[in-house]
């Protein structure tokens, strides 16, 4: 598949290339004193008539939609208790958007079928398949115009999303669909992604002498949370052509918490 070009969201033209139709993120409510709150122009457009917008957030700020006190608190969007340093979060199918939940209600959702399947607890599993990099010549097959890049299956759609940081915010590409299942075939780790809160994250960007060309590039199963503030923080830094020295270092610290934490797929049980 092929999209028109796009002359915004990455100031390059990149081909195939809009605005993601994906889940959104909501920034915290008008009047806080949080250095998360959402910049100026943070809603991005949406791609289609009747798809979901996403708001960017910095990362730090996880959720953010839910409620607070006047002292600043927030709260479960579920049961309104506060919210700690363990709270997780929730997919809202039917808006599509990211909720925060408490400790308790959190692991309420993680249970299929709970409030009738509109919410999807957010697992917190990081996994890597040092075994099967994927090769240079299969990332180009899905022609995607940049090196690093997401991927979720959005269930409302019935379909694979890509999705790629620009200073603009998430930028989708459409994609090949075809191209996507045979790979999924061929790749273990892309066939164990979850629906609509787990994505497939793919790092081709400087990949240095001890991740060389040869040995293929980094994929990553991670929580569809990470994905979003990982583009809410670069698009935060954004600066110049290339995003500049603190959106590389951001990306680095970020993989690097990857590479440190992601489990082996073959033996996640």
């Not at 791609?47 to 708001?55: H, L, Q």
């Not at 994929?219 to 503030?229: A, G, K, T």
Request: net charge negative; with cysteine.
């Amino acid at each position: 598949m092929t999209a028109g070009t796009q002359a915004g969201a990455n100031g390059t033209g990149a081909p195939a290339s809009r605005s993601v139709t994906g889940l959104r993120r909501f920034v915290k409510r008008a009047g806080s004193t949080s250095a998360a709150a959402a910049p100026a122009g943070a809603l991005a457009p949406a791609a289609t008539p009747g798809t979901p917008e996403i708001v960017q957030i910095a990362h730090g700020a996880p959720g953010s939609r839910a409620a607070q006190d006047d002292d600043g608190r927030e709260r479960c969007e579920m049961c309104r208790e506060v919210l700690t340093d363990r709270h997780g979060h929730l997919v809202d199918l039917e808006e599509r958007s990211l909720a925060c939940a408490c400790r308790a209600c959190y692991l309420l959702f993680t249970h299929d079928g709970a409030a009738g399947g509109r919410y999807r607890a957010v697992p917190d599993r990081l996994l890597r398949d040092p075994d099967h990099p994927l090769t240079d010549e299969d990332w180009n097959e899905l022609q995607i115009p940049v090196a690093m890049a997401f991927f979720f299956f959005n269930s409302a759609l019935d379909r694979v999303v890509a999705g790629y940081p620009s200073p603009g915010g998430t930028t989708e590409c459409e994609l090949d669909l075809a191209a996507w299942d045979r790979l999924a075939a061929a790749y273990p780790l892309l066939a164990a992604l979850a629906p609509d809160v787990e994505a497939i994250f793919v790092n081709g960007a400087n990949r240095g002498a001890d991740r060389g060309a040869d040995r293929g590039r980094e994929v990553f199963l991670i929580p569809i949370d990470r994905c979003y503030s990982l583009v809410g923080e670069l698009r935060l830094r954004w600066s110049g052509f290339d995003g500049g020295a603190e959106v590389r270092e951001s990306l680095a610290t970020f993989l690097d918490d990857l590479r440190r934490r992601a489990m082996p797929l073959n033996r996640e049980h």
